[in-house]
């Protein structure tokens, strides 16, 4: 800027500023209307969510897949009672932590004895669950619980109940040997109709068996009775019998990944079975249909011959009625006899031999002990048999033997000694080595060497046969032709003679009418005489007449 323009502004007079006047209002602004109605509606929606707000649960499973933190709900049949908070692992690392918040209406879900669980697609016996949460994603299932005390925190299940605490049925207890091919959710059928699933089971605290827990669902629940009997039906019942094949199965599910059935003999359940009954789970349909056995008695038989194909569990049985079965066998050695013994234990039933065509079995005032020692006095042994001829299965038959060795029991021994008897098979092979060391006696070289030398004799015999048959033909032959023709040349002189027509052969025809004729007045005359022998010495008397 140059100094002329500088003087000019100076020599101009200075502008004097406005005077700024506050304005005094005591109405507030309208601009703070909006954030205090904000404030009322989220200390509203506060206030709300807060009455709302139900109780906060912790839950532990084993792993978080498929929760998320603010998005996984909590159902309880399908409807939502809550929301998955936090997610956090556990200081030991051995399972996670998830907190979760219910509703207000939630309340009942803090007692004591709530499940909870991760609903997840899954794929076991009992089917396929969880299909929904592939597109929705996992959510935790709850099932209320019925306690008056209350929790916060849950160890949550890994697998889903079978049975919920509202559904309507009854439970049932089963003793068993094994599980088999059966797992949570297999089926229970009633006349191949499912009624109910196998809910849980666990192992005895002896080790001797399992114990397994069924719910039956309701109305069915009313099928089983005192009477009932369960059985494994995951198997194949195949019957052989004069009638043919049988054939027996549940349906195919059942029999690839197990079920179990169960119904009362000839359809009598008797009383209602209460909750919480024990029953005992039978191998298959046969088994569990079988009449009680009553008391058991094991005998001892000892057996001179081998044991091949014998093995425990094998039939005893009287006269094809099945009374008991083989428990063990072994071998021991008799150092008095010095010789190896089979002794074989067998575990009888003698109710089964009771039981009558309808009738119920008779009470007898004889023990069981005094009834076989009289039975081996009359008798009575055991014996092995060929059970099988294709794979050589053995299996122990009692029967009467009149003509074996007589022999008693010894009533005080535990277990007693049944005598035994050889069976067929044997014997057929003791017989055949008695004549094969009978046979082995018997001088064959010798045999061999005399035969040979009346086979020499014969052939020299025959080669002198021979000579004399030659001789024969050259010189007798010829003679002998001669005499044929002259033996010819008689015969049919003497069919000329005998002809009808030669004169020979007439004249005794005439001779034959004159002797035919003689005898018939010879005949007369004999008669004659017999009527009057005095005309011997008289004559006739017509002659006196005369």
Same mark, same amino acid.
């Given at each position: %800027? ?11 007079p ?8 506050r304005?005094?209002?005591w109405?507030?602004?309208?601009i703070?209307?909006i ?10 929606l506060?206030?709300?969510?807060? %009455?709302?707000?139900?109780p906060?649960?912790?839950?532990t ?5 498929g929760l998320?933190a ?10 939502q ?6 997610i /956090? ?29 991760v ?6 016996t009992s ?10 994603g ?23 109940? &079978?049975v ?12 068993a ?10 089926p ?12 849980a ?13 069924v719910?039956?669902? $309701?109305?069915y ?11 494994h ?7 052989v ?11 195919l599910a ?5 079920? &179990?059935?169960?119904q009362?003999?000839d ?5 209602v $079975? ?6 005992t ?7 569990a ?12 038989l ?5 044991l ?18 083989v428990?063990?066998?072994?071998v ?5 006899e010095r010789?190896?013994?089979?002794p ?15 009738a ?5 005032? #004889?023990?069981?002990?005094? /009834? ?5 006095g ?17 299996y122990v038959a #009692?029967?009467? #033997? ?27 092979q ?20 005399d035969?040979?030398? $009346? ?7 025959? $080669?002198?046969a ?13 003679? %002998?032709?001669?005499? %044929? ?5 008689t ?6 003679? &005998? ?21 018939g ?22 002659d006196?007449?005369?």
């Amino acid at each position: %800027m140059s100094a002329a323009e500088d003087e000019q502004q100076q020599q101009q007079p200075a502008l004097a500023r406005p005077a700024v006047k506050r304005r005094r209002n005591w109405l507030p602004s309208l601009i703070w209307l909006i954030p205090i109605v904000a404030a009322l509606v989220g200390i509203s929606l506060v206030v709300r969510i807060l %009455m709302e707000r139900g109780p906060e649960v912790v839950l532990t499973f084993k792993t978080a897949e498929g929760l998320e933190a603010g998005k996984t709900a909590v159902k309880y049949k399908d409807v939502q009672i809550g929301t998955v908070q936090t997610i /956090r692992l556990a200081k030991d690392r051995s399972h996670v932590r998830v907190t979760v918040q219910l509703k207000k209406e939630a309340d009942g879900f803090t007692a004591s004895d709530t499940r909870f669980w991760v609903v997840r697609p899954r794929l076991d016996t009992s089917g396929i669950s969880g299909l929904g949460t592939l597109l929705s994603g996992a959510y935790i299932g709850a099932d209320a619980g019925s306690s008056e005390e209350t929790r916060d925190e849950f160890t949550g299940l890994e697998v889903p109940p &079978i049975v919920t605490r509202d559904a309507s049925g009854r439970q049932f207890l089963l003793r068993a040997r094994d599980v088999g091919s059966l797992d949570i959710g297999s089926p229970v059928y009633f006349r191949r109709i499912k009624v109910g699933q196998l809910a849980a089971f666990e192992l005895d605290a002896d080790g001797r068996g399992v114990t397994l827990r069924v719910f039956v669902n $309701a109305p069915y629940d009313s099928l089983v009775g005192a009477n009932t009997r369960f059985w494994h039906a995951s198997g194949v019942d195949v019957q052989v019998g004069a009638n043919g094949l049988k054939l027996r199965t549940q349906s195919l599910a059942t029999v690839l990944l197990g079920g &179990i059935a169960f119904q009362a003999p000839d359809d009598r359940n008797g009383p209602v $079975a209460q909750e919480n009954t024990q029953f005992t789970l039978a191998e298959d349909e046969t088994t569990a249909m079988k009449e009680p056995d009553g008391p058991s008695q094991t005998l001892l038989l000892y057996f001179n011959q081998s044991l091949r194909g014998l093995v425990p569990g094998a039939v005893v049985d009287f006269r094809g009625v099945e009374i008991g079965e083989v428990k063990s066998i072994g071998v021991q050695f008799d150092r008095e006899e010095r010789e190896f013994k089979m002794p074989v234990l067998v575990q009888i039933y003698p109710d089964r031999l009771n039981r009558g065509a309808g009738a119920a079995p008779r009470e007898s005032r #004889f023990t069981q002990t005094e /009834r076989l020692k009289f039975l081996v006095g009359k008798g009575l042994r055991a014996q092995l048999k060929t059970g099988n001829l294709l794979t050589g299965q053995l299996y122990v038959a #009692f029967d009467f #033997f009149p003509k074996a060795p007589a022999a008693g029991i010894d009533i005080a021994r535990s277990p007693i000694e049944v005598p035994t008897v050889p069976n067929s098979l044997d014997e057929i092979q003791a017989q055949v080595s008695d004549i094969a060391r009978k046979l082995n006696k018997v001088p064959f070289e010798e045999i061999g060497a005399d035969l040979r030398t $009346a086979l020499g004799t014969l052939n020299k015999t025959l $080669a002198s046969a021979e000579q004399v048959a030659k001789t024969l033909n050259n010189d007798v032959a010829p003679e %002998m032709t001669a005499a %044929m023709k002259d033996v010819r040349k008689t015969l049919d002189s003497a069919q000329k003679t &005998i002809a009808d027509d030669s004169p020979v052969q007439q004249d005794l025809r005439q001779t034959l009418r004159e002797v035919t004729r003689a005898a018939g007045s010879l005949r007369i005359l004999t008669d004659y005489l017999e009527r009057h022998p005095e005309s011997l010495l008289r004559g006739k008397p017509e002659d006196k007449q005369k």
